[in-house]
């Protein structure tokens, strides 16, 4: 969207690191996240506003810029990805018409508040028929996830438990001679949590640590 343009420069000028294996020594460079941190969070803020249906005034308040420049910024997001705003119209119209939105697999959350003449009661309902089907959806696929992670017989017989589940993150503990296999058996579960594949691929990364704080 031109709002970044010399991040995506110096990544392909190797000037910075998307990431780094530090069990391999020192990093030549700066990882792109530190090196770029404000940008990152700023970059966080508007996907997490667009997700929650934040008009131009919070975003502006969240990034303390004027309302014009909140304005552009979500303007030339939109006109990048077109058919984000189409389909949040198509869940708004669903959820007009039906009183209610639903996640991935099914969940449904009325919102009876979607027609109210109170603008303020409306708003916040059509804010939530967006956000939930991310939100849930989100949810649906690390819940699919963690059941077939805990069905996975591979990972049981190498003496591997899930212990821990953060957002979208998992920590399974077992024995160090297994660790490689049950890191690629882990990532199998991540990446494919349906019986059905999705329209669009789960992309998943797993590392091998001693602690938790260690494998972030």
Same mark, same amino acid.
């Given at each position: 969207?031109?709002?970044?343009?010399?991040?995506? $420069?110096?990544?392909?000028?190797?000037?910075?690191?998307?990431?780094?294996? $530090?069990?391999?020594?020192?990093?030549?460079?700066?990882?792109?996240?530190?090196?770029?941190?404000?940008?990152?969070?700023? &970059?966080?803020?508007?996907?997490?506003?667009?997700?929650?249906?934040?008009?131009?005034?919070?975003?502006?308040?969240?990034?303390?810029?004027?309302?014009?420049?909140?304005?552009?910024?979500?303007?030339?997001?939109?006109?990048?990805?077109? *058919?984000?705003?189409?389909?949040?119209?198509?869940?708004?119209?669903? @959820?007009?018409?039906t009183g209610a939105t639903r996640t991935l697999m099914g969940r449904?959350?009325?919102?009876?508040?979607?027609?109210?003449?109170?603008?303020?009661?409306?708003?916040? &309902?059509?804010?939530?028929?967006?956000?939930?089907?991310?939100?849930?959806?989100?949810? $649906?696929?690390?819940? /699919? !996830? /963690?059941?077939? #992670? &805990?069905?996975?017989?591979?990972? @049981? *017989?190498?003496?591997?438990?899930? #212990?821990?589940?953060?957002? $979208?993150?998992? #920590?399974?503990?077992?024995? *160090?001679?297994? !660790?490689? *296999? !049950? /890191?690629?058996?882990?990532?199998?579960? /991540?990446?494919?949590?349906?019986?059905?594949?999705?329209?669009?691929?789960? #992309?998943?990364? @797993? @590392?091998?640590?001693?602690?938790?704080?260690?494998?972030?």
């Amino acid at each position: 969207m031109g709002m970044y343009d010399y991040i995506r $420069d110096a990544l392909e000028n190797g000037d910075c690191l998307l990431e780094w294996d $530090d069990s391999q020594g020192a990093r030549p460079k700066p990882l792109l996240k530190n090196q770029f941190a404000s940008e990152r969070r700023k &970059a966080k803020v508007l996907n997490f506003s667009i997700a929650y249906g934040k008009t131009p005034i919070g975003l502006s308040q969240d990034w303390g810029v004027s309302l014009d420049e909140a304005k552009d910024t979500l303007e030339k997001w939109y006109s990048d990805r077109p *058919e984000v705003r189409q389909w949040q119209e198509q869940v708004l119209d669903i @959820a007009r018409s039906t009183g209610a939105t639903r996640t991935l697999m099914g969940r449904y959350r009325d919102l009876p508040e979607i027609t109210s003449p109170n603008r303020g009661l409306r708003g916040h &309902a059509e804010r939530a028929a967006i956000n939930t089907p991310i939100q849930g959806g989100a949810a $649906d696929v690390v819940m /699919m !996830a /963690m059941l077939k #992670i &805990a069905q996975d017989k591979r990972l @049981a *017989e190498m003496g591997y438990k899930l #212990i821990l589940q953060i957002h $979208d993150e998992v #920590i399974l503990e077992g024995p *160090e001679e297994h !660790a490689e *296999e !049950a /890191m690629s058996c882990l990532v199998e579960d /991540m990446e494919h949590p349906f019986a059905k594949p999705l329209l669009v691929d789960l #992309i998943a990364d @797993a @590392a091998i640590a001693n602690t938790w704080y260690e494998g972030k």
